[in-house]
């Protein structure tokens, strides 16, 4: 009976980050604020924070091996059955690339552990891509055959990392051309909030790198077209939360265009919310219909999406999140509120476990802080506002504690009505 397991390894103790991404989870319950100076030598930077890391980090590698096996429930008398199962590891602790020292501590256990058990294991780290311009470091990823996610906002990182796009690295560029870098996690804004708009942005890159598959003049091999294939883009997006940006709009960026009037402007709450207040003090009419225009574009995605052929390469890359984003309508029971999600159950109570351990073999809250930390709400109590809402119980709702609550619903109430008339749409076998 091979079996695919699947957990997240997050290092203990590691507060330092080569990013200073404020509306990160991790960065408001960790104080991950270390950041680099961008105008400085990348790598000596990138190296800095690493050795920072060393020295927060802390290891039970013992404890670790007996807290994964009673999470997987592995004893010699099950090896036989278990054998040749696909353990699936992600790795976590700040940008996991910029924590390579951690990294190769944890890779050679698990190889170790995998080995003993007769398992294959599967890694995969985050990185925000700026420490992919050390050599050594990517080298030791295609020699234990890890995969990376790229953490970046597409069209909207400039709130990130000002004039620098890691996609414009050569770096980065050559592990998404050969298949290293297999998933990007974008974060749509209210700044940036346009699917379309991303998947152009996105698209204007993936020519450059994989200009065969694009060339209907040239032969693209299989191997080429199975690694583009396995691209997978998740176009995320910030909800109702109280995160708040203390930057200010340097360029004036909106979407994909400049305006004079936003120059210096604070950027404030990232959610995605109806912003009258805003379009008045910019002149800028769309500002106050964020959360309508968002909310169509799904309509679009869901038009476009459902009839798209294989052969559509401008899309293949999306398709997976988008479709699988408006399958997600699901109302739960009172009773049934530990099947909500792991985490939430977690900080619920309603389970002993999570699907997080950390280094010193202990389970976390979150897949983004250790067990030394707790998450903002962490108990994952809903606000006042959800008491009497039709959508108390939707899993949308119910949602990880790495969030307070807003004080007002926006955002999850659209998204749910929207989730609600697609699963209405389908049912009755209308596209």
Known sequence: MNKRLSFSLITHGVESCNGSCTYCSAASSMNYNMGINLSKDLEAECRRVNAKNVEEAK???????????????????????????????????ADGLCNFDSLVEEIYFLEDYCKERE?????????????????EWTDFLHEHHIHLQLSHDGLGQWIRTK??????????????????????NCC???WNWSIFDNIDYYNSKLREIFPEVWSKDEYCSQELNN?????????NHIYDSTYDIRAKNISGKYRTRYYDSLKDAEIGNLAFRNRPDLAEK???????????????????V??????????????????????????????????????????????????????????????????????????????????????????????????????????????????????????????????
Not at 332 to 353: D, E, M, V
């Open 282 to 300: 910019y002149n800028i009419p769309e500002l106050a219909h964020v959360l309508d225009e968002y909310i169509n574009q799904w309509y679009r």
């Open 59 to 93: 290891f039970d590698f013992p404890a670790v091996e007996k807290r994964m096996d009673e999470y997987f429930g592995y004893t010699k008398d099950k090896h036989d059955v278990m054998k040749g199962s696909l353990l699936h590891v992600d790795l976590w602790g």
């Open 302 to 431: 869901y038009a476009m999406f459902s009839n798209m052929k294989d052969d559509d390469y401008s899309l293949v890359p999306y398709k997976s999140y988008l479709m699988g984003q408006l399958n997600r309508y699901h109302i739960l029971k009172p009773n049934q509120l530990g099947q909500a999600g792991s985490c939430f159950a977690y900080q619920r109570g309603y389970k002993n476990t999570n699907f997080v351990i950390d280094t010193i073999g202990e389970y976390c809250q979150c897949n983004l802080i250790d067990s030394a930390h707790q998450v903002l709400n962490p108990k994952a109590e809903q606000a006042d506002y959800c008491k009497d809402c039709k959508y108390k119980y939707s899993k949308e709702c119910l949602h990880c504690g790495s969030v307070k609550p807003a004080d007002e619903c926006s955002y999850y109430y659209r998204w749910n009505n929207l989730l609600e008339s697609i699963y209405y749409l389908k049912r009755n076998g209308r596209r």
């Open 188 to 190: 749509l804004s209210f």
């Open 163 to 184: 004039t620098l796009d890691p996609m414009d690295l050569p770096e980065v560029r050559a592990l998404i051309r050969d298949g290293t870098i297999d998933w990007i």
């Open 227 to 235: 690694i583009y294939r396995k691209l997978y883009v998740k176009l």
């Open 119 to 135: 398992w294959k294991l599967d890694p995969h780290t985050s990185t925000n891509g700026l420490a992919c311009v050390v050599k």
